[in-house]
């Protein structure tokens, strides 16, 4: 069957670290990811979007990699910072689709 | 920078009745979709909409119900006969044309069926 699978526990980390979040899928050929933030009873909110051919985008300090031979995309947030706090969703979009098929995505907790 | 928007923010509705949920999408975009989210739970979707028809729709999205783009800015969800499982944000979002893959949500409506 088809899954994207994201952490499932929290990650906590200290003000000025890098935080990695893992979106990991199966049985999915995917023409691009994207990586959303979500804040508690808000909508998503887009952050980078990376396509298939393509390993590595970055925007600020943010960072995204794919790669699709392990089916799995890292999501880099670098010198964290407390407003960082949310969860953070992965969503694939297949070849040829138009959907958006979210995974059930990271809490991150950045400490002061 | 031009925001996907919603109406109403939250709606308290009983069983069985009828709802509209109310986006206006970006204004050059021209996909459109609508997505829900039960509490705890993954975002799903539920309708994609292009050129004045549906284009794609999920198991969730049955005969209760249906879309609409009535004028040029507004898109709407009608919900028929609500049941109390449809309790959950339902989230709007748009994507421009072309290459443009990127699909930008509004704040969501939150619906309460009791």
């Known amino acids: 069957s088809q899954k994207i699978e994201q952490n499932s526990e929290a990650l906590n980390i200290q003000e000025g670290k890098t935080a990695t979040l893992t979106c990991n899928y199966t049985?999915?050929?995917?023409?691009?990811l994207q990586w959303y933030r979500q804040d508690p009873g808000r909508g998503p909110v887009f952050l980078l979007l990376?396509?298939?051919?393509?390993k590595e985008k970055r925007k600020e300090r943010l960072k995204v990699t794919f790669d699709t031979t392990l089916k799995q995309s890292l999501f880099h947030i670098t010198a964290s910072q407390p407003a960082d706090s949310a969860t953070y969703l992965c969503?694939?979009?297949?070849?040829?689709?138009?959907?958006?098929?979210f995974g059930a995505g990271t809490i991150l907790r950045v400490k002061s | 920078e031009p925001e996907v928007t919603q109406t109403p923010s939250h709606q308290v509705t009983q069983m069985g009745q009828e709802v509209i949920l109310r986006c206006v999408p970006i204004?050059?975009?021209?996909?459109f979709y609508w997505y829900r989210q039960i509490l705890g739970q993954k975002v799903e979707f539920l309708v994609s909409?292009?050129?004045?028809?549906?284009?794609?729709k999920s198991e969730i999205f049955d005969d209760q119900f249906s879309v609409e783009r009535p004028d040029g800015s507004n898109f709407t969800l009608k919900i028929r006969s609500t049941k109390l499982e449809d309790s959950a944000m339902y989230f709007c979002?748009?994507?421009?044309?072309?290459?443009?893959?990127?699909?930008?949500f509004g704040p969501g409506t939150r619906l309460l069926v009791l």
């Open positions: 979002a748009s994507r421009a044309a072309g290459g443009q893959e990127t699909q930008y």
């Open positions: 049985n999915y050929s995917p023409a691009y």
């Open positions: 990376i396509r298939e051919n393509e």
């Open positions: 969503a694939l979009v297949r070849v040829g689709g138009n959907k958006l098929v």
């Open positions: 204004s050059n975009h021209l996909y």
């Open positions: 909409f292009y050129n004045n028809e549906i284009s794609e």
